[in-house]
């Protein structure tokens, strides 16, 4: 079943969002986090028992959400110890669904991408996946993968899991990706930009400018590339002059780096789940209570939601002419203040909730001025 309705791809064959893979420091506590806080399911294994003896990696899901955790295993396994040394835990791939590796990997190449993995296919008795891969930012990497004529857990390598760490706490009722965010460096936001442009036929689809976000201390420049279809949505940010540090340039600092800041997850009902993720002890950012005085004031949102019920929750919400949407952001994560999640329910809006950007702003300076960053 197709949960989102995506029945078409598009002109380069563009299916939608698959899995994404964060390195991290110890794969097995980190998967613990996932299906305990989050409630993923830890469909699938990959580690010494199914034949893999350099990392260890879970695969975990919910609905279109496919989540994989890799740990080293070995000093050797230097693609992953490196980027652990470097970043600490993060983002290290996201992955397109398409209709054909070559074709898409083929004009990507052609348009300038910087080449990662050639076209392969990865074959075992369940039948066979194509993935390739083209560079993004300074150490991530965008996969293409078709997995069509596999009929078995993820992709060769993976089965059941055979640790006992079922641990899921409830459904948070978690969609699958509704956009992922990469965080470059000052005059990097363009070049980005129009690398997706030029390499899969993306369209600009949102450009703040100078003076469009920011507090009187930092501030950011943003703009946001979509697929033909709109089912991968990417926005990019830079840093941009303030008073004091941006939370992009601490990002980058503490990243040593640039790279994918947040991914957003999409659920159909945003109340059920920051009540089920802040029961679970998911830490969220702080809204404060005038947020939600405004918010009772304004008169262009016809919010069906309980507002009493979204200010006690610390809920965001924005509007647009189509609609409006909610939403809410971790705090970061892991141990570094760079990777964090945020949660979206859209109601007819198709942005971002660039009226957020304020209240979130201030929220992350509060944050940033006790790690001393600001
Ligand atoms: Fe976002």
């Known amino acids: 079943m197709n949960i989102e309705g995506i029945e078409m791809s598009d002109s380069l064959g563009i299916r939608k969002y698959d899995y994404v893979e964060f390195y991290v420091g110890s794969a097995k506590m980190v998967a613990y986090w996932y299906a305990k806080a989050l409630g993923l399911k830890i469909e699938g294994y990959s580690g010494p028992e199914t034949g893999c003896r350099d990392r260890i990696s879970y695969y975990l899901t919910q609905n279109n959400l496919k989540i994989v955790i890799t740990g080293s295993l070995q000093p050797s396994t230097v693609e992953v110890s490196n980027f652990l040394n470097l970043h600490g835990d993060g983002l290290k791939r996201w992955a397109i669904e398409v209709d054909d590796v070559e074709k898409i990997f083929n004009h990507a190449v052609k348009q300038g991408a910087v080449i990662q993995r050639r076209p392969q296919k990865i074959e075992n008795e369940h039948g066979y996946i194509t993935e390739a891969a083209i560079r993004l930012y300074d150490d991530t990497e965008l996969v293409y993968i ?212 304020q209240a979130l702003f201030e929220a992350i300076e509060e944050d940033q001025g006790l790690r001393g960053n600001l």
Not at 209 to 217: A, E, N, P, Q
Not at 225 to 245: A, L, Q
Not at 343 to 351: M, P
Request: charged content about 30%.
């Open 146 to 357: 078709n997995r069509d004529n596999y009929k078995h857990i993820f992709q060769p390598g993976y089965d059941k899991p055979i640790q006992d760490i079922q641990l899921t706490s409830g459904d948070a009722g978690l969609i699958g990706i509704d956009h992922i965010v990469g965080n470059v460096r000052e005059n990097e936001m363009d070049k980005w930009a129009d690398y997706y442009v030029r390499t899969m036929n993306f369209e600009t689809f949102i450009d703040f400018k100078k003076g469009d976000i920011g507090t009187k201390y930092s501030a950011l420049l943003s703009k946001v590339v979509r697929s033909e279809k709109s089912t991968i949505k990417n926005p990019i940010n830079e840093p941009y002059e303030g008073e004091k540090k941006s939370q992009i340039e601490e990002y980058i600092e503490q990243y040593h780096g640039t790279g994918v800041q947040h991914i957003a997850i999409k659920t159909g009902d945003i109340i059920h789940t920051i009540r089920t993720l802040r029961e679970n002890g998911v830490e969220f950012l702080n809204v404060p209570d005038t947020y939600y005085d405004t918010l009772r004031a304004r008169e262009d949102i016809n919010i069906k939601e309980d507002i009493d019920e979204l200010q006690k929750l610390k809920i965001l919400c924005d509007n647009e002419s189509g609609g409006y949407l909610l939403q809410l952001f971790t705090k970061p994560i892991g141990d570094r203040p760079t990777f964090f999640f945020e949660f979206i329910q859209r109601a007819g809006a198709q942005g971002f909730g660039k009226g957020n950007f």
